[in-house]
């Protein structure tokens, strides 16, 4: 804390514990059933499925449900607390019928009037269909003491929502925690990360031989050098073909996917104008020819022989495009995994992201989260943030999105816990990891599966979480 600030913060600790006491004393306390603005419906079940790109069949395709075992269409489970969201022309605080008015209103007088969503914890006792109509009790769990957190001095407000569904029975809970903290009071992050004062990279020797690669890459194009005589494909191009003897070549343009081959993490000598760590791999095109690369957007450890890549043309520097390649996301399985078939200690494929401003605006609206620093990047400026920010539905969506590419379409969701960190900016990659910690056989076939998964970006992680899935019996 600055001088300035310790000098304008004159309350004592008796004065905060009192305030904090005081923000506790409609703890327990409920609100009344909020039933949702819409039954559940096709149309925002689709709007969330085309933002977070989950492509699961039983949210979108009636046929293919009424063949799975939910026997019709379900809403994904992470959009649990979408159904209930005003959207925009939400009622103000003081209206809303909400167990956390009171300390919210408390909190925004004393002048904690930023806030920031921590962690969602999902639990289903089914997932919802179609028509659906659900209503909220929220009930307030906790405030926090006075805390001070990298965003700033806050306090945390955790709520439990309950869900029912027409029928009065529950369908599933959350439990959701958001710091309201006073803007200016966090902890400024140690000077950059060191970008500027990087070289840079060294650059390419383009000759007559190599220019039309690069004046590929300008383009967009990873182009491999073709002999005209003989049709031959051949990286690093060469000046005469080794199989015909032809010195006359055009291109082939690659379609930009491939295998990594083989990989090093080097690791000394340290050369500044790298960022470390990183990963110099050989990429095996699809076309067959190979090329020496970086292997982004994935942590080292996860990278491994034989994983399928993808190209991102990355401007390294302002004058320096390079090929880089990065995981692909990968395949979304059609046919669920059977309990049997997974072990505890399985690593889930690395898978990542791009974050987007297009991606973190369709999750808002998709989620109806119409808090300006979701949407609008003059207004999440002017609150002090760099750029427009994910909203923590999205992230839950992704993370849903993520674990049923790779159990497959029938794995059921019990659960969905989320944590959040450092922050989702437009122009990061989230790198998705999970690892399957524990396996449980059910009685009467099948068992649960938990996965421990995150994601993280270059500001360290932005989510951390589990989930049990239910998984079916080897057939
Ligand atoms: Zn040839």
Redesign the pocket.
């Known amino acids: 804390m600055s001088t300035t600030e310790a000098q304008a913060d004159q309350r004592t600790e008796i004065d905060k514990a009192q305030f904090a006491e005081g923000l506790r004393g409609t703890v327990g306390a409920s609100s009344d059933a909020s039933a949702a603005r819409d039954p559940v419906n096709q149309p925002m079940i689709r709007h969330w499925c085309d933002a977070m790109e989950d492509h699961n069949p039983v949210y979108t395709d009636s046929e293919a449900a009424a063949g799975s075992l939910h026997g019709g269409i379900v809403a994904p489970p992470a959009m649990l607390n979408a159904w209930g969201m005003w959207g925009l022309g939400a009622p103000t605080r003081a209206s809303a019928p909400r167990a956390q008015s009171s300390p919210l209103a408390a909190l925004d007088e004393a002048g904690f009037t930023s806030v920031v969503a921590t962690n969602s914890e999902h639990t289903y006792g089914r997932y919802l269909r179609l028509g659906d109509v659900i209503s909220g009790t929220q009930t307030l769990e906790d405030v926090s003491d006075e805390k001070q957190t990298a965003l700033g001095v806050g306090h945390f407000v955790t709520t439990r929502t309950r869900y029912t569904d027409q029928d009065d029975n529950e369908v599933g809970s959350l439990l959701f925690r958001i710091l309201k903290y006073r803007p200016g009071t966090g902890r400024q992050p140690a000077g950059g990360d060191g970008d500027s004062e990087r070289p840079p990279r060294p650059r390419p020797g383009i000759n007559r031989d190599t220019a039309f690669f690069w004046e590929g890459v300008d383009k967009g194009e990873l182009r491999i050098q073709r002999?005209t005589?003989?049709g031959?494909l051949g990286h690093p191009p060469y000046a005469r073909?080794p199989?015909?003897g032809?010195y006359d070549f055009d291109y082939a343009v690659s379609v930009g996917r491939g295998t990594v081959y083989s990989f090093v993490q080097p690791r000394y000598p340290l050369v500044p104008s790298f960022e470390y760590p990183y990963i110099v791999g050989l990429v095996e095109l699809e076309e067959g020819t190979r090329l020496v690369t970086n292997i982004v957007d994935v942590s080292p450890g996860s990278v491994r022989v034989g994983m399928p890549v993808e190209v991102d043309f990355r401007q390294v520097d302002p004058e320096l495009t390079l090929p880089l390649f990065r995981p692909m996301r990968p395949d979304r399985r059609e046919t669920t995994l059977r309990f049997d078939e997974v072990d505890v200690g399985t690593h889930l494929p690395p898978c990542p992201i791009p974050i987007t401003t297009t991606l973190i605006v369709a999750g808002a609206i998709a989620s109806r989260d119409y808090q300006d620093v979701h949407h609008d990047r003059d207004l999440a400026i002017e609150r002090g943030s760099p750029d427009i920010v994910m909203n923590i539905l999205t992230t839950s969506g992704l993370c849903g999105r993520y674990l049923s590419d790779w159990a497959g379409p029938e794995a059921m969701f019990a659960n969905l816990s989320i944590r959040l960190g450092v922050p989702n900016y437009p122009g990061e990659t989230m790198r998705m990891t999970g690892k399957v910690t524990d396996a449980t056989p059910a009685e009467g076939g099948g068992g649960i599966v938990r996965v421990s998964f995150g994601g993280s970006n270059r500001l360290g992680n932005h989510v951390t979480g589990t989930a049990d899935l239910m998984l079916p019996a080897g057939s």
Do not use: E
């Open positions: 002999c005589g003989c031959r073909c199989d015909c032809s």
